[in-house]
């Protein structure tokens, strides 16, 4: 685990926006949070260095790409050994269907999100790239019908009296 990063206000609101649009300008940044863009050049800076921005992602549509049916497989792997869950690791990442790969805790070892073309397209990949592996005990589908984003990624913040969030732990003003 690595150790959180001290936030303020004008960081946190730079963070919003820029997960809402990644292609804002450090000129629109800097006039929406009323900071000089070289301010605002600085603090994107010391964002990406310390960790806090990884880096910046397009999303597609995967039902535009051919892709309109998605699921979640879980995947138990028996045993469970670092010897045979490297290599499923790195093969289910290659899988061009592969859109997230999650190690989890519990019953199930993995969570696979995948998009693929349609029923008939999904039990092949089933088939042929997950239960044909002699480390993959079970697979369970579970089909995704819609799926909504969520607001932008803060740190915990308290809570003011009225419930909504407040200013981050450890932020300056």
């Known amino acids: 685990m690595t150790d959180s990063v001290a936030l303020d206000t004008v960081d946190l609101h730079i963070l ?4 809402n649009d990644a292609r804002t300008t450090y000129r629109e940044l800097a006039a929406e949070v009323g900071v000089a863009p070289s301010t605002c050049l ?11 921005i990884l880096g910046h992602q397009l999303r597609l549509d995967p039902a535009r790409m051919g892709r309109g049916l998605e699921a979640f497989l879980s995947v ?3 045993p469970h050994r670092r010897d ?10 290659t899988l061009p269907e592969s ?19 349609d029923t008939a397209d999904l039990q092949r990949l089933v088939l042929d790239e997950f239960t044909s592996r002699r480390e993959v005990a079970r697979v369970e589908t579970r089909l995704i019908f819609q799926q909504w984003e969520c607001g ?9 009296p009225e419930g909504q969030p407040g200013q981050a ?3 300056d003003r």
């Open 16 to 19: 919003r926006l820029l997960q």
């Open 169 to 171: 732990h450890g932020a």
């Open 152 to 160: 932008p990624l803060l740190p915990p913040a308290a809570r003011t």
């Open 42 to 52: 600085d603090r994107v800076t010391r964002l990406r260095r310390t960790g806090v």
């Open 99 to 117: 859109r997230a790969l999650f190690h989890l805790t519990g019953p199930d070892d993995y969570l696979v999100h995948v998009a693929v073309t």
């Open 76 to 78: 138990q792997v028996r």
């Open 84 to 93: 045979l869950i490297g290599p499923f690791v790195d093969r289910i990442r």
